[in-house]
Structures are given as C-alpha cells and as structure tokens.
C-alpha cells in the first residue's frame, strides 16, 4: 500500500512476541537500547545476550521510496454527453490511480466529425462533474501528437493514454493514437454498447420536427410513438447499475435531499441543479421518472429511456442514490420511508403541469420544500432544438459517422472488459 512502511520478511527479532510492535525509527531506537544495556552501562549485566541481537543490525526496517500515482490520460469530445461516455471513463479510472480527461476543442471537433452541439464550457461541466475524474485538460487536441504525448507525459506525468476498442481515425485515415501504442504506453477499454453521441443525434432528428413541421428524419417517414420507443439499443443490466452506484446508505442523523426530474439528455444545467442540491444536506437522493410518466405531461417520450437517465444521474460526483421510476407525486409515506430531510426543485422545469395536482403539496405542507435557482437556463428541449434547427449540418454529420459504426459494427469482435 503507497505511504506505508514496508518490510523485509525475516524470522527471530520482527516476529517474535516481544518485538512485534518495533517499527520504523522506534524499532531503531529500542535496539540501540538494547546493545547500550550490553555494554558496561550496568556493569556488563546484559553483555552475554549482545551477541543474540548483533545479527539484526542489518534488519531494521527499511523505508522504501514513495510511489507515486499512476495517471491515466483519456480524451474525448463529449458532445451529447451519455452513459457510455461515463462508463469509458469509469474503466479508464479502474487502469490507473487518477484520471486526466482531454476534452477536445470545438475547432478540431469541427476538423474531424462536424459542428459540436455543446459548447466547450457545458462539456467541461459535464466531464468535471464525473465521479471518476481527477482533472481535465480543456481544449485538447483531436490527435495525439508527439509534441502534445511529450506534454502529457512530461507536465502531466501521464503514465498511460486510454482509449475504446472502437477505432478513431483521422480524416486521412490513420489512427489517431498511433503514437501512444508505439512507445508502449496506449491502454484499452471496452466500447459501451448501445449508444453514441451519433445515435443520439438520430434519435433526436426522429423525434422533433423542423419549425416549418417537415419531417427531419433520414428515411422520410414521420416518427410514431412506436418507433421512438425502439430507438435505443441499450440493454440494461443490475450489473451496470452497480458499476456507477456509490453502494452507500445515508449515515444516521445524516441531512437527505431530495430532488426528482426526467434528467433527460443530461447537460450541463442538470449537474448545476444537483451541485446546488447536494450541497443543502449530507446526501441527495435522486427519483428519475418513468417514461410514460413523462409523455403524458410533455406529449412525447423522453429521447433516453428510464434505464439510460439513471446511469447518467448516478455517474454525477453530487449524486449518492437514485430512486429508479420515482413517482410523480412525492408523498409523506415516501418522505418518512427514505427519511427525507428536505424536497427541492429547481426553477427551470420542463412540460405542460397546468391544471395538474401540485406533487410538492405534502412536503410543502410539511415544510421540508424550498425552490432552488436554476443555476443554467439550459432545457433537454434546448438541446434538441440545436440539432433540429441545424438538421442538415447534423444529418451531414450522422452520415458520415454513422458509415464509420457500420464498419466497427461489422468487424466485430469480443472484447473482455466492463
């Protein structure tokens, strides 16, 4: 274990029932001790035993060089920020002690894959606010250079550059972590399956229409309830819940807040309101509503379904559990049952709630609610609308990554990992 002293195996003196507890300077100076009652201090008194403990001058402990962390470089844009994006980095964090991230730059995002829909401050907000991430590095490079490897390794004291198994390539076609694999110093994790931010952006352009109420999607039919619903590939399992959950209960006496919300198409303003959250009490508690829940009160189904906002809410630093389906309305058996402390909600809401129960009622009758700033305007439907307003750029966008997935898709192959 770093920090620790650690010791040479050895029999007699270290093991023996006296001396167990002889350790570092201490155990130097007890010896002392020892060999000085051995000497003509007390007359020669204890000279017949100096002898005994002369061969354990060479075994006193010896302290060992601290290691340092091992610290591992991933990069990425982090546009439409999702759950597979929390789970790459989450396997990164696994490979190493501490976790720089690289959030790329909008200009070398245009160079490569086409307009970003975030702008550089929400995906920085949006990776620093991981549970696995140490540090961030905006405005990184698309590529890993020498010159910008040299940074990493040197002002960083980068020990490893990850990536996914899926292949990044530059536009002329070479990959974009060749150097990294060269010198030996490039480590793999396994694609998440089931989403990307390309498949986002189609559900998106399947789900919304233009202003002018054309059709966006591709194929040019218009999107049913049915087909929205099919549109994510994911495949929940428990084991992925535990993966991103903290595993903890709230500590007794501890001050539980509780916020619910769709956290549909996680942004920026959604880890903003959280922060804020956290930070009235000791342990915030999450409900994310289900899906059908949210279409009766917005008109249409949410762009993730249930099981996909839930990763995303747990892979927040200021989120400690989530109620999975949590109901609409938040009711005294559920306040007493989690041991709620307080019930917030913020300022910038989303759907039509006009002629509908207040579900704050109880808590507000109970005094226990308080109506929280909105720190960012931003809106799951804001997001969307940059994409439908620029549909072409994005379609243009989807197609040519799209032909890239096709071709990880076909040559693939098992890879072992989480």
Not at 177 to 195: D, N
Not at 357 to 385: E, H, L, N, Q, R
């Amino acid at each position: 274990m770093m920090g620790l002293l650690a010791f040479e195996s050895h029999q007699g003196l270290w093991n023996s029932g006296y001396y167990s507890q002889m350790f570092g300077i201490g155990g130097v100076m007890i010896t002392i001790a020892i060999l000085m009652l051995s000497t003509s201090y007390f007359g020669g008194i204890g000279a017949p035993f100096a002898p005994y403990f002369w061969p354990y001058l060479g075994q006193v402990p010896k302290r060992r060089e601290r290691k340092r962390p091992v610290r591992v470089y991933m990069d990425g844009c982090f546009d439409l920020m999702h759950y597979g994006h929390a789970n790459a980095l989450r396997q990164a964090k696994m490979l190493g002690d501490q976790l720089v991230v690289g959030v790329v730059s909008d200009e070398e995002i245009v160079a490569n894959k086409g307009p970003p829909v975030l702008s550089m401050e929400e995906r920085l907000t949006l990776v620093s606010g991981l549970k696995w991430v140490d540090e961030v590095i905006p405005n990184a490079p698309y590529e890993i250079t020498e010159e910008f490897m040299n940074t990493l390794f040197n002002k960083y004291s980068i020990d490893y550059i990850i990536h996914g198994d899926d292949p990044c390539l530059l536009p002329d076609g070479t990959d974009a972590y060749a150097l990294a694999k060269k010198v030996g110093r490039y480590k793999q994790i396994k694609r998440t399956e089931g989403v990307s931010s390309t498949d986002i952006v189609g559900r998106i352009l399947l789900t919304f229409k233009q202003k002018d109420a054309v059709a966006v999607d591709e194929v040019g039919v218009k999107p049913t309830d049915e087909l929205k619903s099919q549109l994510s590939h994911f495949l929940p399992t428990s084991r992925r819940i535990m993966q991103f959950s903290n595993g903890q209960a709230p500590s007794p006496g501890a001050r539980v807040v509780y916020i619910d919300g769709a956290f549909d198409l996680f942004h920026a303003g959604h880890v903003e309101i959280l922060r804020s959250a956290r930070q009235l009490g000791d342990f915030l508690l999450v409900g994310i509503h289900d899906d059908q829940s949210i279409r009766d009160r917005r008109g249409y189904r949410p762009i993730m379904h249930l099981h996909e906002r839930t990763l995303s809410a747990l892979a927040c630093r200021y989120v400690d559990e989530v109620i999975i389906g949590a109901p609409w309305e938040v009711s005294r058996d559920m306040i007493t049952t989690f041991n709620i402390s307080l019930v917030v909600h913020g300022t910038v809401t989303e759907g039509n709630s006009a002629g509908e129960i207040d579900p704050y009622a109880v808590p507000k009758s109970m005094g226990i609610f308080k109506t929280v700033t909105s720190p960012k305007s931003i809106t799951s439907v804001s997001v969307a609308t940059r994409i439908v307003d620029n549909h072409e750029a994005y379609k243009k966008r989807n197609l040519k990554k799209k032909a890239s997935e096709d071709r990880y898709y076909t040559q693939k192959k098992f890879v072992s990992g989480d």
